[in-house]
């Protein structure tokens, strides 16, 4: 009982500090959950929040796990989720069969659930919501002492935080265009197989800016590859506007490519010997309702050049190109790998103002990067570790590209 109660102290302190430490109400809120989570050894948290002033439902706040809760919500008094906000009573289900317990486990379906705790998220005058918790097979079923710790700290968490201002409203994403279900790749060298993806569920919005980050090794770029049709899962399923990508042939595959994806790399990849006109003309002659080459590269801030090879043009010019040369197809799509990790800070910052124009207009546009920073102007982030997907975050005031300091 000391230990347990030597270690709600510790988790309690952990608690306030960060929100004393906090600059932003969301980086409070996120790193109340990050440090509620670090001290009770769930595997993945949720914190449900009540949009009272739209239509009354538990929507997703911020998450740590490997699903995507973008889409979903709760009705006050039904699941788990709501019965807690509506009763105010914390429910401690540590075992029961995930794929019979439809209502209770929805919500994570794309990851087996062994133990959830839901317990209440409410100050002394006002009732935000649930926080609910989940681990998986392989982390055992919750203990008593560690349910204790995630009620006493959700408390506390959201009694310090109850002068701090009210929670922003949702963001609406537009409708979904991908859906990724339990998305694994292997690779095998003679005996060797390295699994980088270890099943990954994901939708990709219309309209949306989504960041996926990470450090080196994580899956980020072998899963942009694989949503954009470079590369195929080794199981699950990939859908685009509702056409089963899953099992394409290569040929299929090309096609999807070339009628929907733009590309933008980290190497440019133009070629040395045509000017940069000549570049997006070569693409434009791809598609079927190319954009003007001259209108995309004046899109870029580029006319002048565009009668000078890559090799007369400076690296962040270079990289403008490799942007109107995804462009001048018109693409639904725009996928950017690492697309400054060889420029400096300053060309950083005016070719992201560029892709910031560009996502004004309603593309989607998907970028890997391990750049923290970058994160602020996205829409979504999720954060990937060890091949799976670890933490999303939705950011409600995004940053411009010009507020971006490293």
């Known amino acids: 009982m000391e ?27 996120q790193g109340c959950l990050k440090t509620i989570v670090e001290n009770s050894g769930a595997d993945s948290a949720v914190l449900w929040y009540a949009d ?8 997703p ?34 075992a029961f069969d995930a794929l019979q317990d439809v209502e209770t486990a929805i919500d994570f379906r794309g990851m087996d ?13 006002d009732n935000i919501g649930t926080i609910q918790f989940v681990n998986e097979p392989e982390s055992g079923p919750f203990t008593d002492e560690g349910a204790d710790v995630m009620e006493i700290m959700a408390m506390m968490a959201a009694i310090a935080l109850e002068e701090s201002g009210q929670l922003d409203e949702p963001w609406q994403p537009g409708e979904v265009v991908m859906e ?28 949306e800016f989504l960041v996926l980050l990470g450090e080196s090794g994580c899956g980020k770029s072998t899963l942009l590859n694989i ?27 090309t096609e999807f490519r070339r009628d929907n994806i733009g590309f933008i790399f980290q190497s440019y990849n133009l070629m040395p010997n045509l000017t940069a006109l000549q ?83 309603g593309t989607t546009m998907v970028m ?16 990937m570790r060890d091949g799976r997907m670890h933490e999303v975050t939705v950011n409600r005031h995004r940053a411009h590209a010009t507020d971006l300091v490293w």
């Open 3 to 29: 230990n347990s109660a030597i270690q709600i102290y510790k988790a309690i302190g952990a608690v306030q500090g960060v929100i004393a430490n906090a600059t932003t109400l969301d980086e409070a809120i």
């Open 52 to 59: 009272e002033a739209g239509d009354g439902a538990l929507h």
């Open 61 to 94: 706040y911020f998450w740590i796990g490997p699903v995507d809760l973008t889409r979903r919500s709760h009705a006050p008094g039904d699941g788990a989720v709501g019965r807690v906000y509506e009763s105010q009573k914390a429910e401690r289900l540590f």
């Open 113 to 125: 659930v062994a133990s959830m705790v839901c317990v209440p998220f409410s100050s002394n005058t």
């Open 180 to 207: 990724l279900r339990d998305i694994t790749r292997e690779f095998q060298n003679g005996d060797v197989v390295t699994k980088v993806l270890k099943g990954v569920n994901l939708d990709v919005y219309e309209g």
């Open 227 to 253: 949503i954009g049709g470079m590369d195929s899962a080794t199981s699950g399923t990939f859908e685009y506007l509702g056409r089963d990508l899953s099992r394409a042939s290569q040929q299929e595959l």
């Open 279 to 361: 570049n997006l003309k070569l693409i434009a002659e791809l598609v079927d309702d190319p954009m003007d080459a001259d209108e995309a590269l004046d899109v870029v801030g580029l006319s002048e050049r565009k009668r000078n090879y890559p090799s007369q043009m400076s690296g962040g010019q270079q990289q403008r190109v490799s942007i109107a040369r995804a462009l001048v197809k018109n693409p639904k799509i725009i996928l950017a790998d690492e697309p400054t990790a060889a420029l400096d800070y300053a060309t950083s910052i005016e070719v992201l103002q560029v892709m910031e124009e560009i996502i004004k207009t």
């Open 368 to 383: 890997v990067t391990h750049n923290e920073e970058i994160t602020r102007m996205a829409d979504r982030v999720v954060r």
